[in-house]
């Protein structure tokens, strides 16, 4: 696999621009619940210093629907057009544990607009407080998109809070920021293939 580290102009371009465009060569839902990885731990790795390209020939034989890698160990989503000439990467917030941390291979079966979100079972079960249910608004951990995956409540989604981002921050999901997820939603079709490395 090759690994090629982004420059730190590239990184502040996808995060300030919202989008790192580079040529195609080079239950419900799983949320936020416990505590945002911080700064202050020692062992914190932000998309900066972390962001790395990844080749899709690599991980699907073909880019058949698109292809999309969800990589925890850089705290990235990158999309592939299914004509080969749209690469895109995203940083992203990733599973706060290994527990919560699912790999291999699933693809895009449903697109929500403004999605409700209803915390799973073992969400509720970790935490009763939490809401049955928030509706689409600006508290809701889903975002304004929701991309769900074929397994049971994972997904690549919006955030309600820009922290988390770059961070072990969710119980499962890849979370971008709303306006990154918007543009990837527009992107992607119904069986668009997942890869979770």
Not at 48 to 55: G, I, P, Q
Not at 69 to 75: H, L, M, P, V
Not at 128 to 141: R, Y
Not at 171 to 188: A, K, R, S, T
């Amino acid at each position: 696999m090759r690994n090629a580290n982004l420059n730190r102009r590239q990184i502040l371009a996808l995060a300030g621009g919202g989008l790192a465009s580079l040529p195609a060569t080079s239950s419900l839902a799983q949320s936020f619940v416990g505590e945002i990885e911080t700064d202050a731990a020692a062992h914190v790795r932000r998309n900066t210093m972390a962001f790395r390209t990844v080749e899709w020939r690599d991980h699907f034989d073909n880019l058949r629907h698109g292809a999309i890698i969800c990589d925890s160990a850089s705290r990235a989503v990158h999309y592939w057009s299914e004509d080969g000439n749209t690469y895109l990467a995203y940083p992203c917030s990733v599973p706060m544990t290994e527990e919560f941390t699912r790999r291999g291979r699933t693809e895009i079966v449903l697109k929500r607009r403004e999605p409700t979100w209803i915390p799973t079972p073992s969400m509720r079960e970790r935490d009763p407080t939490l809401p049955a249910i928030v509706h689409p608004g600006p508290d809701n951990p889903l975002g304004t998109r929701a991309l769900n995956l074929s397994w049971q409540y994972y997904r690549i989604h919006g955030i309600d809070n820009p922290a988390k981002i770059g961070r072990r921050a969710s119980n499962g999901c890849f979370g971008l920021f709303n306006h990154h997820v918007e543009q990837l939603y527009d992107l992607v079709r119904i069986g668009t293939q997942v890869v979770v490395i």
